[in-house]
Nanobody, 121 residues
């Protein structure tokens, strides 16, 4: 199976920066799109940013210009650099990856367990 493990959560002041990491492990033939979603209290999970194997990244309007997603394919890791943080960025952040576990299996979607961070005002 495939595991996605996030790290980097915690408490940060408004205006500060933080970097989240998510490493994929397990039976992996290839990783297609990777990304980050978040879920704030009493809200639905929403897309933050995605990054394909090749091509353009995609960001939610609320984080454009402040967040940067990147990936290291050799390490099977995706990162989310977050700058100019705001209290409304407070949420549980989930790593997401579309993974093919073998050449004869269709890709499947996997989620990390989530990492919480809070932006204090």
């Amino acid at each position: 199976q495939v595991q996605l493990v996030e790290s980097g959560g915690g408490l940060v002041q408004s205006g500060g920066s933080l970097r989240l990491s998510c490493a994929a492990s397990g039976t992996i033939f290839s990783i297609e799109t990777m990304g980050w979603y978040r879920q704030a209290p009493w809200k639905e999970r929403e897309l933050v940013a995605t990054i394909p194997v090749a091509g353009s990244t995609n960001y939610a309007d609320s984080v454009k210009g402040r967040f940067t997603i990147s990936r290291d394919n050799a390490k099977k890791t995706v990162y989310l650099q977050m700058n100019s943080l705001r209290p409304e960025d407070t949420a549980v952040y989930y790593c997401h990856a579309v993974v093919q576990i073998s050449s004869y299996r269709l890709p499947n979607t996997y989620w990390g367990q989530g990492t919480q961070f809070t932006v204090s005002s």
